[in-house]
C-alpha cells in the first residue's frame, strides 16, 4: 500500500440539514416504517380528537347555550368523553411506538459505531483520544437520543394536531385563519438563524466534553504521578478551564433555545388580538354567531401550544443532527489494513519471518525504516535492540499488518502479508508485550481472551505453563477472581505472567515479545523469563528488549539504528566486533564481571 492511501483524508459527510435527515431516515428509519405507520395512524385520532373538541365549541354555544336545546346538552358531553377516552389511549400508543423507534434508532446507531471501531486501524486510535471517543457513545448518542424521541413524537403529534386545527380554522372561516396566521411568517428567519446557532454551539460542546473526559481519563489513570509530582494545581487549573469553557457554551445554548419561547408568545398575542379584533366586530355586526367565533378562538389557542411546541422542537432537532454527523463522521470511516479483493488464508508450513528491502513512514514525510531485511527463520529466536525510536517496535508492527509497508515485502513462509486474510494473519501470532492489556473481568476471563471458547482444563494448563497457577490459586475466588481494571488488583510480574497464559492459550506459531520484562523487578522477571522460555519453545519468536541480559541467548541478534540494520549476529559474535552493539553492552554492563559464556565463545571460534 502505498503512503498515499494510507494518509489519504477523510471525507466528512454532509452537515447541511437536508442530507442529514435523508441518511437518518434511509439508513435507520426506514426499518421501522410499520411501527411509524401504527404511530402515526394514533397522533392522527390524537389531533383529530383535539380538533373535534374545538368544533363542539359552536353547538355548545349556539344551539345549548342559545336556543336551550335539552338533548344537545346531553349528547354533547358524551361525545367530548368518547373523545377524551380514544386521544387518551391514541396518546399513549404513538408516544410508546414513537419513543421505541427513537431508542432503536441510537441503539443500532451505537451497535453499527462499535462494530465500525474495532475495525478501525491501530493508527485511527492513536490520533484519536479515548475520551473522544467515547463521548460518541455517550453524549453524541445521548443528544441524538433525546432528539429521536422528543423530537420524532412531538413533531409528530404536534405537527398533525396543528394541522388538523389549523384546517379546522380554514374551514369556519378561511379570512379570519389567514388574519390569525398573519404574523407567524415573521418568525421564520429568526427561527433558521436560532437553529444554525444551536447546531454550531452543540457541535463545539461535544468536542470540549470530549476534551473533558480525556483528561479526566488520563489524571484518574496517572493519580500516582500527579501527587509524585504535587501536580494537583495544575490540573485542577486544567479542569478548571474546560469546565469554564463547557459552561459558557450550555449557557449560549440555553440563551438560543430559549429565545423561541418570547417569540411565539409575542406572535402568538398579536394574533389571538387581530382574531378578537376582527371576528369581535363580525359578531356585534351579526355576521357570525358567538358559537362559529368562541369555535374559531378554542382552535386556535388549542393551536398555539402545538405550533409553540414545534419551534421549541427545532432547537432538539438541530442539537440533535449536531450529534448525528459527528457520528456519521466515524461511521464513514473506511480501514486503509483490510483485506484485498483476493486475499487468501494464511497456510502456515513452518513461520519463517521474511522482511525484504521494507521502507516504512508514519505519514509526516519522515522515513522510519530505510531498506530494512529481517530473516526470522522457522523455530528461531530472533532480538531487535537499539535506541530508543530507533524503529524495533515499527518493524514488530509490520507482520500483523498494524501498518502497511511503503516499499519491500514482508512473508511468512513466502506469503505476502499484504495478500492474507486478517483474520489468518493474526490468528497465526502471539503478542506478548510492556503493556499488559487485562479487562475487568475474571481471570478465567482474561486468559481465555487468547482463545475463545476454550476449556476450564485447557484455561489452568495455559496459566500452569506460565508459572501463574500457583498465584491464582491463591486468590480470593482462584480463577473467577476479578482483576480489575487493567489488572490493578495484581503485581506487575502477575499481570505479565496472564499475558503469557493468554498466548499460550493461543498457541499461535509465531510469537512476538515487545519489551515484556523490562518494566518487572528482578524476582518478577526471573518467574516471568521462566514462564517465556516454555512459551518460546518451537515458535518462531521476535524479541524487543533494552535489557540486553534477556537476549543474549537469541539466534540472531539485529542492531536498529535510526530506522536501518547496522549490525547483526549472535551476542558472542556482536561483542567480538566491537561495534554499536558492543557499545550499548558495555554501558549497561558497566563493572559487571560477567564475560562471553563459554558456548557462544566456542561458537565463535568455530
Known amino acids: 500500500m502505498s503512503a498515499d492511501t494510507k494518509t489519504k483524508p477523510h471525507v466528512e459527510f454532509s452537515h447541511e440539514t437536508g442530507p442529514l435527515l435523508r441518511r437518518l431516515v434511509g439508513e ?11 404511530a402515526f395512524l394514533a397522533m392522527g385520532l390524537v389531533a383529530a380528537s383535539t380538533a373535534a373538541n374545538a ?7 349556539d344551539k345549548v347555550f342559545v336556543e336551550r ?4 346538552l346531553l349528547m354533547i358531553p358524551i361525545g367530548i368523553i368518547i373523545l377524551a377516552v380514544v386521544k387518551g389511549f391514541a396518546g399513549y400508543g404513538q408516544s410508546v411506538w414513537m419513543t421505541t423507534v427513537g431508542q432503536r434508532i441510537v ?7 462499535f462494530a465500525r ?11 484519536n483520544p479515548t475520551g473522544t471517543l467515547i463521548t460518541r457513545f455517550t453524549n453524541d448518542a445521548g443528544m441524538l437520543r433525546a432528539c429521536a424521541t422528543t423530537v420524532l413524537a412531538g413533531l409528530g403529534k404536534e405537527a398533525v394536531t396543528a394541522v388538523f386545527l389549523v384546517a379546522l380554522m380554514f374551514y369556519q372561516d378561511w379570512l379570519l385563519a389567514i388574519i390569525a396566521f398573519v404574523a407567524f411568517p415573521v418568525a421564520l428567519r429568526p427561527m433558521q438563524r436560532i437553529g444554525k446557532r444551536m447546531r454550531r454551539v452543540s457541535a463545539n460542546t461535544q468536542v470540549e466534553t470530549g476534551q473533558f473526559i480525556t483528561i479526566l481519563n488520563q489524571t484518574f489513570q496517572g493519580a500516582r504521578y500527579v501527587k509524585a509530582y504535587g501536580m494537583e494545581d495544575y490540573e485542577q487549573g486544567r479542569v478548571a478551564r474546560i469546565i469554564e469553557s463547557l459552561y459558557r457554551l450550555v449557557e449560549k445554548a440555553q440563551r438560543a433555545r430559549s429565545i423561541s419561547s418570547p ?9 389571538i388580538a387581530l382574531v378578537i379584533l376582527y371576528g369581535g366586530h363580525q359578531v356585534l355586526v351579526g355576521g357570525r354567531t358567538p358559537g362559529a367565533f368562541f369555535s374559531f378562538i378554542t382552535a386556535l389557542l388549542l393551536a398555539y401550544q402545538p405550533l409553540k411546541t414545534l419551534a421549541n422542537l427545532n432547537a432538539n432537532l ?10 456519521f463522521t466515524v461511521l464513514d470511516i473506511e480501514p486503509a489494513i483490510r ?5 487468501k488464508p494464511l497456510a502456515i508450513n513452518r513461520g519463517a519471518v521474511h522482511f525484504d528491502k521494507v521502507q516504512f513512514s508514519y505519514g509526516e514525510g519522515i522515513a522510519a525504516l530505510k531498506d530494512v531485511t529481517i530473516d526470522v527463520p522457522a523455530g528461531k529466536t530472533v532480538a531487535l535492540v537499539g535506541a530508543s525510536g530507533a524503529g524495533k517496535s515499527t518493524i514488530m508492527n509490520l507482520i500483523p499488518r498494524f501498518y502497511d509497508i511503503d516499499a519491500g515485502a514482508v512473508t511468512i513462509d513466502g506469503q505476502d502479508v499484504r495478500n492474507l486474510t486478517l483474520a489468518s494473519l493474526r490468528g497465526a501470532i502471539g503478542l506478548v508485550s510492556q503493556e499488559v492489556s487485562l479487562f475487568d473481568d475474571t481471570v478465567r476471563g482474561n486468559i481465555a481472551y487468547g482463545r475463545f471458547g476454550a476449556s476450564d482444563a485447557e484455561i489452568e494448563a495455559a496459566a500452569k505453563a506460565a508459572a501463574a497457577h500457583d498465584f491464582i490459586c491463591a486468590l480470593p475466588q482462584g480463577y473467577d477472581t476479578f482483576v480489575g481494571e487493567q489488572g490493578v488488583k495484581l503485581s506487575g510480574g502477575q499481570r505479565q505472567r496472564l499475558s503469557i497464559a493468554r498466548a499460550m492459550l493461543k498457541n499461535a506459531p509465531i510469537l512476538l515479545l515487545d519489551e515484556a520484562t523490562s518494566a518487572l523487578d528482578t524476582e518478577s522477571e526471573r518467574q516471568v523469563q521462566t514462564a517465556l522460555k516454555t512459551l518460546m519453545e518451537g515458535r518462531t519468536t521476535l524479541v524487543i528488549a533494552h535489557r540486553l541480559s534477556t537476549v543474549q541467548e537469541a539466534d540472531i541478534i539485529y542492531v536498529i539504528d535510526d530506522g536501518r540494520i547496522v549490525e547483526q549476529g549472535t551476542h558472542a559474535e556482536l561483542i567480538r566486533r566491537d561495534g554499536t552493539y558492543a557499545r550499548l553492552h558495555a554501558l549497561q554492563f558497566v563493572g559487571d564481571e560477567r564475560r562471553v559464556p563459554a558456548d557462544d565463545e566456542a561458537r565463535v571460534q568455530a
Open 318 to 327: 438541530q442539537e440533535g443532527l449536531a450529534a448525528a454527523q459527528r457520528l
Open 28 to 38: 435507520f428509519l426506514r426499518p421501522h416504517m410499520g411501527k411509524m405507520a401504527l
Open 69 to 72: 336545546d335539552q338533548n344537545l
Open 55 to 61: 368544533w363542539l365549541m359552536q353547538p355548545l354555544m
Open 339 to 343: 483485506d484485498s479483493a483476493d486475499a
Open 117 to 127: 471501531l474495532m475495525r478501525a486501524d491501530i493508527a485511527f486510535f492513536h490520533a
Open 263 to 271: 417569540l411565539m408568545e409575542s406572535l402568538g398575542g398579536i394574533a
Open 107 to 113: 441503539a443500532d446507531i451505537q451497535l453499527k459505531l
